[in-house]
Structure formats: C-alpha cells, structure tokens
C-alpha cells in the first residue's frame, strides 16, 4: 500500500516562504514517488502554493471545512471553494478543531460527508486526551470517534480516505506513542473499519500516525505494516525535516 505523508502547517507560513519551500523540495528529490504527499498551508496559502506544489510532485489540502456548500457563515470555507483555491485534500476533526474550538463528533461528521461528497479526499484525525489514555479510556474514545465518523456514511471509500490517528499528548509535545503502541492502536482501527464497513475496505484503508513524527524517530515508526504514512506538523516546516521523513518511507516492492 502507497504510505501517505501529510504536512500540516497549522496556522505557519507566508507567501514568499511558502514558495521557498516548494523550490526547496522540488530541489531535494524525486526520492519520495513512491509516496503520496499533501500539504495543509492555511487557507489564504492555497491559490498560491498549488501549481508550484504540483511541480514538485506535491498535493495540497484544507486544515479544514465547513459542512455547507454556500450561505450566512461568516469565517467559514466550503468545500467547492477548498476546490476553486485548487485543494484535493481536506483534513476533518484534527485535536486542535476537536479541543481548542470545540468541534463535536456530530461536526466532525458532517464535515466528512459534505467534504467527500464534493469530490475532495479526506483524512479523519483522532486520537485520546491525557486524560482519557490515564483513564484507561483510550480505546472507547478512539473507536467512538471512528463509529461516528463512518457509520452509514455512503460517499467514503478507500480512495478517498485515510485516517489519522494522533493521540493528543503527542502533539506538539516532543511525545510519542511506542512504536508498539502505535501499532497496537492502528490494528484496533483496522478492525473497528472492517467491523462498520467491510475486511475489505478496511484492509485498503491507509492509516497514518501523528504526534511528534521527526527525522530521528520516522523510519521506525513507518517501517511498521500497519502504519501506512505519518501526518507531520512542527517538522513539515522545514524541506530539509520533511524530506528526511519523507525518505524514511520504507521502499515498496
Ligand atoms: P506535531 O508533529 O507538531 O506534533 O503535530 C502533529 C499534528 O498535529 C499533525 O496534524
């Protein structure tokens, strides 16, 4: 299976940086076409970056999207537009929507349908809060969150979509969850997508880790099965860190 490797800038970068970065890229390799590779620059990025990113064998994508194609909603970005600024990706629920703003799964949710049923692909973020893990609650909170999100959901499929899973406490932290129980967390969501959709599609479903993915620990992490890609945030701000993840993607036969 392809591995996918995201970069989420959060709320970072500027015109002309943005355009270094790519130049950069482009500059440090071809090493990475074995993987598919998408962008998340702010919004106001997004028109900007595409070509260039196209040229250097990169996607790019929304942080995030609104549930409705168009209306009274104020400081909100649709789908279609996510398109028209030339995104074929879009991120739904990532922690900091989920935490920092308030985003429930019933939002999540929505943004998922609406986002895929225009044509964009998408990847669904979750993941515990310290607290949660400390409670033993890891696995209720993570399985509810995929439930929520997938249960008779029609548009979604395997082409479309790739999850996230980013324990909270590993986020921005310099933490990371163990390779095993990492890997441990991904086989339980493989089995939670078989369960509402099929083995099949499940098997199909690309999941990637994030939290604290750096050059020194990505080889690891990715050389993983179960792991298919990493969304990066902090060292996705830099060619040189994200190329060094990027090419610590194991080779595929
Ligand atoms: P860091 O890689 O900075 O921990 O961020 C991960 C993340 O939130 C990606 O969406």
């Known amino acids: 299976m392809k591995q996918i490797i995201g970069g989420n800038w959060k709320m970072n970068g500027s015109r002309l940086a943005s355009l270094e970065f790519l130049r950069e890229m482009k500059r440090l390799g071809s090493e ?4 598919d590779i998408v962008l998340f620059p702010p919004f106001t990025l997004l028109p900007l970056m595409t070509d260039a ?32 600024a030339g995104a074929s990706w ?32 998408g990847i669904l973020c979750v993941g515990e809060l310290i607290e949660e893990r400390e409670a033993g609650k890891t696995e209720e909170v993570v399985r509810r969150q995929v439930q929520s999100a997938l249960e008779g959901l029609d548009c979604v499929s395997p082409e479309n979509f790739v999850i996230a899973y980013e ?26 997508v078989a369960a509402i959709k099929s083995n099949d599609f499940a098997d199909n479903t690309r999941i990637q880790y994030g939290g604290s993915v750096k050059p020194d620990n990505a080889a690891e992490i990715l050389s993983r099965p179960s792991i298919n890609g990493a969304l990066v945030g902090g060292a996705s701000l830099k060619p040189e860190s994200f190329m060094d993840i990027i090419k610590a993607v194991p080779l595929q036969e």
Not at 32 to 35: E, K, L, Q, R, V
Not at 53 to 79: C, Y
């Open 32 to 35: 990475y076409a074995s993987s």
């Open 167 to 192: 324990p909270v406490w590993a986020i921005g932290t310099g933490l990371t969850a163990t390779p095993d129980e990492a890997d441990r967390m991904h086989s339980l969501i493989r089995e939670w």
């Open 90 to 121: 879009f991120i739904a629920g990532h922690s900091e929507r989920r935490h920092v703003i308030g985003e429930t799964d019933e939002i999540v949710r929505r943004k998922l349908e609406t986002g895929l049923e225009t044509g964009l692909r």
């Open 53 to 84: 990113a196209a040229d250097a064998g990169i996607e790019t994508g929304g942080q995030d999207v609104f549930w409705l194609e168009k209306g009274a909603f104020t400081g909100e970005i649709s789908p279609a537009m996510l398109v028209d």
